[in-house]
T-cell receptor
Framework: EADIYQTPRYLVIGTGKKITLECSQTMGHDKMYWYQQDPGMELHLIHY???????EKGDLSSESTVSRIRTEHFPLTLESARPSHTSQYLC??????????????FGNGTRLTVT | GQQVMQIPQYQHVQEGEDFTTYCNSS?????IQWYKQRPGGHPVFLIQLVKSGEVKKQKRLTFQFGEAKKNSSLHITATQTTDVGTYFC?????????????FGRGTQLTVWP
């Protein structure tokens, strides 16, 4: 099983609060990703990083921000949580050693509920 | 961006029946990956296909990559209750072998005992 960790596992928070979802991996992977997934639905890429100090927005418009100061750490921050942010957030990582896209290793996810 | 279309969205089968999910792209894919997500879990990588016409097997699972590298399928023979979950295909950015992956909508498989 991949060594990628997400905390918290579950979070219930009120509207307007600032929250940070943590993601860490111990595999030394250069690439890291944040996906948003509603129950039983597709995965939407919201942010990705190809390495330290490299971050890009994904396809899903998101009011979140990310940072990549260290290879192993890729936190996601919501400055002001809203009920529309209620979802599951999945962090993933992959190495860049392969010629083709390397498989993604996913964390267990954070289930966020904004009341 | 790249779009990977996956059908069907849902599939309900009796245990022992076969199951197939299909993935299609409008453009040629350099490679395609398949993932399985159990209910309440996270996606787990199953396999990657890179060659035109490639066929790979994992026990009761058979993965195929089309000759034109625009479509792929996952076939499960004699389903078991442990096969329950959502199966996703994922393809890379158009023209890129190292870019990000785009996931299909997934096929939710339910297996009745």
């Amino acid at each position: 099983e991949a060594d990628i960790y997400q905390t918290p596992r579950y979070l219930v928070i009120g509207t307007g609060k600032k929250i940070t979802l943590e993601c860490s991996q111990t595999m030394g992977h250069d690439k890291m990703y944040w996906y948003q997934q509603d129950p039983g639905m597709e995965l939407h890429l919201i942010h990705y990083s190809y390495g330290v100090n490299s971050t890009e927005k994904g396809d899903l418009s998101s009011e979140s921000t990310v940072s990549r100061i260290r290879t192993e750490h890729f936190p996601l921050t919501l400055e002001s949580a809203r009920p529309s942010h209620t979802s599951q957030y999945l962090c993933a990582s992959s190495p860049t050693v392969a010629v083709y896209n390397s498989p993604l290793h996913f964390g267990n996810g954070t289930r966020l509920t904004v009341t | 961006g790249q779009q990977v279309m996956q059908i069907p969205q849902y599939q309900h089968v009796q245990e022992g029946e076969d199951f197939t999910t299909y993935c299609n792209s409008s453009t040629t894919l350099s490679n395609i990956q398949w993932y399985k997500q159990r209910p309440g879990g996270h996606p787990v990588f199953l396999i990657q296909l890179v060659k035109s016409g490639e066929v790979k097997k994992q026990k009761r699972l058979t993965f195929q990559f089309g000759e034109a590298k625009k479509n792929s399928s996952l076939h499960i023979t004699a389903t078991q209750t442990t096969d329950v979950g959502t199966y996703f295909c994922a393809g890379p950015d158009r023209g890129s072998t190292l870019g990000r992956l785009y996931f299909g909508r997934g096929t939710q498989l339910t297996v009745w005992p």
